[in-house]
C-alpha cells in the first residue's frame, strides 16, 4: 500500500494534464478554463530548456516528454490500471476532460513544414465558456524499447465523441494513444510502454520508460477546429492536415503540456 501511494502522488504530477472523464458526460460539466500548448524545438537539449520553461518556471503540468516513474510503478501490470484510472479521476479535476482546453498556444517554428507557411506562432481560443477543445495525441512507434517514434499524430475536435472516434481509430492502427478522452486508451498505451507484455512485469531496462518527445515526422490535423484559427491558416486547415518534418537530423522534439487559466486571449 505504502508502495502505491507512492505510485500515486508521483505520476500525478505527470497526468496532470491528463485529467480523463466519461465522454458521455463530458461536454455537459462544467469543467475549468485551460491553456494547452505544443512546441517543436530543433535539439533536445532545446527541448530541455523549453521543459524547464514551461514546468519549472510558468508552472505548466508537461505530458510528453514524461517524467522517470520506473522507480514507483507497479510490479505487475495487472495493478497498473486500477492505479492509474485513481490518478486520472483525480487530475480531471484540474484541467478537465484528458487533452482537452480552451485556449491553445502552437509554436511550430522548430520543424520544417510541408504545407507551406504552416510552421509558425499561432493561439487559438474557443468561441464561448461552454466550449472546449478536446485533443487527441498519440505516437506510431519504430520501437518500445527505447522508445522510439515514427509519426506523432496531433487531432483537434469541438467535439468529445468524435475526439473519442479519432482515438479509437488510432488504436486500431497500433499507435500509442497518449492523450484522448478515453482513459482506457491512455492505460494501455502507457501499459505498453512500462510492462513486458509477455510477462506481465514491469520492464528492467530504464530506456522503456520515457516518452521523449522525439518524433520522426508530426501529422496536425485542425479540420474540424479550423474557423478557431489565424485567417491565413484557415484554408489550408480547412483542406488538409499540417506535415511537420525535422529541421536538422532525423527527429523533431515536441513538448506538449496544459496549464489552468483564468483569462482567455483570442487571435487578433
Known sequence: MKKLATFLAVVLSFVLCLGGVNPAFAQQATQPKSRGI???YVTPQQQAEGVNVYHDILKYDVAIPNIDLSAVLPEDLTDFPAAYKQVLEASR????????FTEGWFDFQGASAVVPGTNTLFAVDVNSPQDRIYSVVAGLPASQCPVKIANTQIAFFDSVVDADSKAKELDSRGYLVYISPVDDLTIKA???IFYDQTTGKKKTDSNCFLVSGATEKVTTDFKKIFTLLPPKLQQPARQQPFEFEPRVGDSIFLVNARKDVTRPIRNK
Open 190 to 192: 502507457f501499459s505498453q
Open 38 to 40: 505544443t512546441t517543436f
Open 93 to 100: 479535476q484540474k484541467n478537465g476532460v484528458n487533452g482537452s
